[in-house]
Every structure is written in structure tokens, then in C-alpha cells.
């Protein structure tokens, strides 16, 4: 794997700083076009053209006249000669419409439907969703987005030739309703989605994969195909609609939960770069991220690759040889390479470019990095709900104004004018501050906590995926079973050997409920509680144990959570 700084000098500029914009590979793979972002609270509107056998930037007269105007959060397909720019925003604005951009004129129109044909030539407009042309046909198939008021897990497909777009019906399972995911399509034409948000702000790490749209796929040479649950047809290129797959690889080395990341299909290898998320156990800072993760076709695994761990550096990466993070940034492929531009770092928009290499070589791709070796059957999309710790809200709830704190809260000139320009103060897409160091005071070394708890970080992502793949009626049912432990886990001792040895910034908001469970079992097994009113002391110096037992999970105070931790891990150590 190898990054290298692209710089095309030859012509014009390159595109201004931005996010949120897209770049897509026309005429054969002979340009690349760059369309629209955003840049502090300024949308932008303009076609910028890398020709790539040149190696310069231009823009063509033409396309500055007329176009969909400014806009970001749009999806982008090209199909033969042609370029469809599909939905977005502007402002608080979402698009339905869609515009085509004639790459041999470079020329905009709007696409309107064909005489004769019947069905609508918009859809509901929305921002932050994914397209991708299926197969080698004049369709498109687009999923998900925010619409303005709810998070969406419709998919349509526009028919290029007549304009004209349908409604897709799935059986169950399907992906969730979420926006700023990402989609690709690999080789055999499955279109593979990844990550995203989702309502109240959950952020997720389940891998999809959707087939059937094209009708002439063969189903019998899918290496994706869950043979459990699609047995091979009974003929070639026979298919029953299309359907979506939750993909569960192997390998520990799968990308946390995210959004505004790119997934790019290359040959052997599948690319996840980048995004921003969460900073890890119920912390509620955000972090942007330039770490980069593979699936390996040949072996079905997710990879890490060495080299691209997160990093705190800003723009420029932690070397000239590494692009530093972000997230709503644009990435396509570009013959065996992917060209990634621009992006938003949490401070500012970024306009550079660069190249990844990945060397296929030596027969494991050359990655340098890791991967698992177990299965994990029980993946869930990780959740980090943020309505404990949520900033003051002003009214709005897109997933904009939820990564407006983000775009526009940092520090510099893109704060200050996105303030002048009246952006929403609302709580960021990803998260603002460290809940770690709301309960302990003080902030964390994160390279020395990322370096102690590296060791346990696989097995804490496998309790966490256990938990979490378990729903309110899993639950419940299990409970009216008498089973207080469906998934297992506490036979094992995976649960318990957590607790006994993670610090307070370890636990994260949604092992809250959990987590009393937890220290009211093996506190209370004991005896060491007392009633809620009384007080007293174990022992010289000491306070007494059990004092937490009367208290509910919802009404738990940050600052008792390291006492309790304290008493719970007592208690496990006396009852080992």
C-alpha cells in the first residue's frame, strides 16, 4: 500500500477547499469531474475537469452556464458519456431533481422524462444518500438519505433512457434507515454499502451487499451470496428480485462505526478510507479519521493496513506520504489506482489530492497489515446515542445541522463565518467532547491509552458486538425464558473480565443499562449493599459498598460512575 501526493500544475487551479462535493470518472476513464461542496457556510456550483492524460485542471466554459447550482451532499454517476448529478442540498434545502452533464459538450441540462413514458422523473428530496450505475446499464440505483424531517432506507432506480425513476420493494432483512453512508459496486456488480448515521445520531459498521436490480446478474457466481440464506438458482442469470445481504466477514480488523467515509471497489480489494465517528468507549468527542481498511476478496476478510492508524494531524497527514483526516471527502477509482480530493477535518476544508497505490503482488495484497481470524456471526452496527449527552438542541435535526457544529464549530475563518452567516449551533454528526474526561476531570493521553488498551480492544469489540446484535424482543423474550444471559457471554466470563479491568472512560453511554445489571449482581450478590438512605463506612477510610444499588440506569450522575466501577470491581475480584 502506498500514498503519493498528486499535483496536476499543468492548467488551472484545482478545486477550491471543500467538502461534501463528489468526483467521478467520465469518458472512459480519460477525466475526472469535480462538482459542487461546501467551503465554511458557501455552497459551490462550479464543474472542475481533471484530465488525466494531460494532468491539469480546467474548466470548461460551457459548464458554467446554467447546471444545478450550488450544492453538496449530491450523488454523481456517470453512464457512457454522461453525467447525472442527483438530489443534495443548498442551505437547508434539500434537491429531488436531477441534472446530466454531457461530458463531450460539457453541457448542462436538466433530465426530463421521455414522451410516453410513464412514472415521475424526480423523487423526494433528500441529502447525504449514495448512487451507483448497475452493471453496465443505463440504470442507477440510489439508497438512503436524510430527507429533511426523517432518515430514509428507500432505494429507487433511474432508467437513463426515458427519465424515469422506480421504486425498489425488498423482502427483510434490508439496511436500516441512515445517510452519510457509502456505497461502491464490485466486480461482479454487487453493490456493496457500508456505515453511515442513523436516527438520534447512532452511527453504524454493518456491511451490505444489494443484488437482483439487474436481472441479467448470475446469483451462482456471487462470492458474497449467503449460501444459508439464497441457495443457488436453478438456472443461470436467473434472479428473484433484488434483495439485500448483511455480509458478516471474518477477520477483527473491521472499520469502526462512521460516516462521511468513501468505499471505493478496486480489483481484489474493497477500500474504506477515512470518516469521522466517535472516539471510542462512551466518549462523546468526535474524531476524524484516516485509517484504512480493506475487504480481501480472495479471502473473504476484512484487513487494517499498516501505516493508517488514526491520527490527530491536520492537513498534510502524520507524513508527506499520508493524507491526514477527514471526512465527506471524494474518492473514485482511476484505472488500478483511487484518487482521493479534498475533505473536511473537523477545523477546515481541505483541497488536495493524492494517489493509492495497492500492491497485489506478493499474493496478499502486500498490505503490511492485519487481520482476524475468527468469525464474528454476531456483528451489529455499533450504536453511540447521543440523547444522554446532547448539546442544547436549536430546533433542527437533519443530519446537516447535526454536522454543523463539525463543519462550522471549529476555530479559524470557517467558524467565523459560518457564525456570521447564522449556522445551526446544534450538537456535531459524530460527537463534541470527551465523556471520559467528564468523569474523571481530566483529559486522557490518547496515545498512551490507545498503546494499554490496544491488547484488550479486540476482545471488548466482540463483547460489544454480542451485546448490541441483541434487540428489545431478543430481550425480552429471553427474559420471559428465564435466561438472563441469551448470547452466552457471562458463561464465558468476557463480560465480567471487561468490567474488572477497564477504567471509567472506558465504558461507553450505551453500557449504561448493562452496566447496572452488572454491578447490581455481583454487588449485591454479596452483601455488601445498604439501603439508599444510610450511610457508613467498610472500613477505615473507606465508604460503603453498595451504595448505587437503588439507582436506575437513566438517572446515573457521570461523576458516580468511577466509584461504582470501583465497587464493581471489588466485588468481581471477592467473588472469583
Known sequence: MRWTEASFTNGQPPPSPRSGHSATVVNGGEDVVVFGGLHTSNFIGETV?????????WRPPSAAVGGP?????????????????????????????????????WEWRPMGRMPGAVGS?????????????????????????????????????LDTANGVWRLLNFPSPSPSPRSGHAMSTAQNG???????????????????????????????????RDPSRDPPTQSSGASRGPRWTRLQLRGDAQPSARAGHALVAMDRFIVVFGGGGGKGWMSKQQEYRNDLHVIDRESMRWR??????????????????????????????????????GGFTGS????DAWWLDLDEGDGTGGLGGSEGGQDLSAMAALSAPMNMMSSTMSGLSSPFDRMSQSLFGGTGEDAKAAAVAGSPDTKSMFSLTSLGDAITGRRTNRAGRESANLENKTKEEKIRVVLESIDGELAAKAKSEGNDDP?????????????????????????????????????????????ADLTGTDGPGQERRGRFLHVEAESLRLADVPAMLTELQGALIEGA
Open 304 to 341: 487494517r493496513l499498516a501505516g493508517s492508524a488514526p491520527s490527530e494531524a491536520g492537513r498534510g497527514g502524520l507524513s508527506p506520504t499520508q493524507p491526514g483526516p477527514r471526512a465527506f471527502h471524494a474518492m473514485c477509482r482511476v484505472g488500478e489506482r483511487a484518487l482521493l480530493i
Open 190 to 224: 454487487r453493490h456493496l454499502l457500508f456505515g453511515g448515521q442513523g436516527p438520534n445520531g447512532t452511527l453504524c459498521h454493518d456491511l451490505w451487499a444489494l443484488r437482483g436490480v439487474d436481472e441479467t446478474l448470475d446469483d451462482d457466481h456471487d462470492e458474497f
Open 121 to 157: 422523473d424526480t423523487i423526494a428530496p433528500r441529502d447525504f444518500g449514495t448512487a451507483q450505475r448497475v452493471g453496465g446499464t443505463d440504470k442507477i440505483v440510489l439508497f438512503g438519505g436524510y430527507d429533511g424531517k426523517k432518515w430514509l432506507s428507500d432505494a429507487h432506480v
Open 348 to 351: 477546515e476544508a481541505l483541497n
Open 49 to 57: 475537469v481533471l484530465s488525466l492524460s494531460e494532468g491539469r485542471w
Open 69 to 105: 447550482g450550488p450544492r453538496a451532499f449530491h450523488c454523481a454517476v456517470a453512464v457512457d458519456k454522461q453525467l447525472f448529478v442527483i438530489c443534495g442540498r443548498t442551505g437547508r434545502q434539500q434537491h429531488g431533481d436531477t441534472w446530466v452533464l454531457d461530458t463531450t459538450t
Open 487 to 531: 448470547t452466552g457471554m457471562n458463561n464465558k466470563g468476557w463480560i465480567r473480565e471487561f468490567y474488572a479491568s477497564c477504567d471509567p472512560e472506558d465504558l461507553k453511554i450505551g453500557d449504561m443499562k448493562r452496566f447496572v445489571r452488572e454491578y447490581r449482581g455481583a454487588v449485591g450478590s454479596i452483601a455488601l449493599g445498604t439501603p
